[in-house]
């Protein structure tokens, strides 16, 4: 682990570990927990299942699954090819032939900012070992939502897993580090476009660019929004169930979600 790579041995691994394994030339990454004996629970989509954008992100949708295989893996007996969802697979299915990346948690400011590739690290602090894989189990049995790569995907998943924080607005779940940097970029490049009437010069543009793309980074964590609910997993599921999830206290990050009947 550190400023360059969080990329770690097996041996090292521990339950309740937030891990992750890139895709598709370090374009996008997918995440999930660690909860020991070889298993990773984690958040895919299906076959079909996928969210349409229109535009080069449909790519970046498909690189996120695990390797497909038509026939099941003989060590966890998953069918990735039929398995959307939450699910349980044995460490290598999860990596689908990618490394092993662990997840950082209550990183400090000059640390996250420094690791300017989105989706390694929150500012957010992880919560004890045994409640994110009891999370995770939970989840495993009563699902989380529909995928959408800007509103509910594996990262959202595993960071919910491990902090039990989700980004509320409107009944809305979601946006992930990986998520934040894909929109960051472009929102930065059209946010630095009025400097130029400051300057002209390219590297004074590049820098401000830069400035801007790291902020809404640093803004947008989950460890440092406010519109932040903390939600118990079993009440997560039972206000899902019922497709009317609301807030129903305003305040800190310490408000809860319920169903609506």
């Known amino acids: 682990m550190g400023l360059l790579s969080n990329r770690i041995a097996r041996e090292s691994l521990k339950p309740g570990d ?12 997918h995440h999930g927990i660690y909860v020991g004996n070889d298993k990773v629970i984690h958040f895919t989509r299906g076959r079909g299942q996928e969210v349409g954008t229109g535009t080069v992100l449909d790519i970046l949708l498909v690189s996120s699954v ?22 349980s697979s044995c460490l290598d299915c999860f990596l689908a032939g990618g490394s092993l990346y662990r997840f950082e948690y209550a990183v400090t400011p000059a640390l996250f ?35 959408n790569l800007f509103k509910s995907n594996c990262e959202d ?28 970029g472009p929102i930065a490049a059209v946010l630095s476009t009025p400097f130029r009437l400051i300057t002209t010069n390219v590297y004074g543009m590049a820098v401000t660019a830069v400035g801007v793309y790291c ?46 009947s």
């Open 18 to 29: 937030h891990v992750y394994s890139w895709r598709a030339a370090y374009v996008y990454a």
């Open 66 to 87: 695990p390797k497909r295989s038509e026939t099941p893996c003989p060590t966890c007996n998953t069918q990735i090819s039929e398995s959307h969802g939450v699910i």
């Open 113 to 147: 900012i420094a690791k300017a590739r989105g989706g390694t690290c929150t500012l957010a602090t992880s919560d004890p070992a045994e409640v994110v894989v009891h999370r995770a189990n939970h989840l495993l049995s009563n699902g989380f939502r529909c995928y």
């Open 157 to 184: 998943f595993a960071i919910y897993c491990k902090t039990g924080l989700l980004v509320a607005e409107q009944g809305v779940v979601g946006q992930s580090g990986q998520a934040i940097s894909i929109i960051g």
């Open 215 to 260: 902020a809404s980074r640093y803004i947008a964590d989950i460890g440092n929004r406010r519109d932040i609910v903390r939600v118990e997993v079993e009440d997560l599921t039972a206000g899902l169930a019922t497709g009317m999830v609301h807030v129903v206290e305003g305040g800190s990050s310490q408000v809860a979600l319920a169903a609506s």
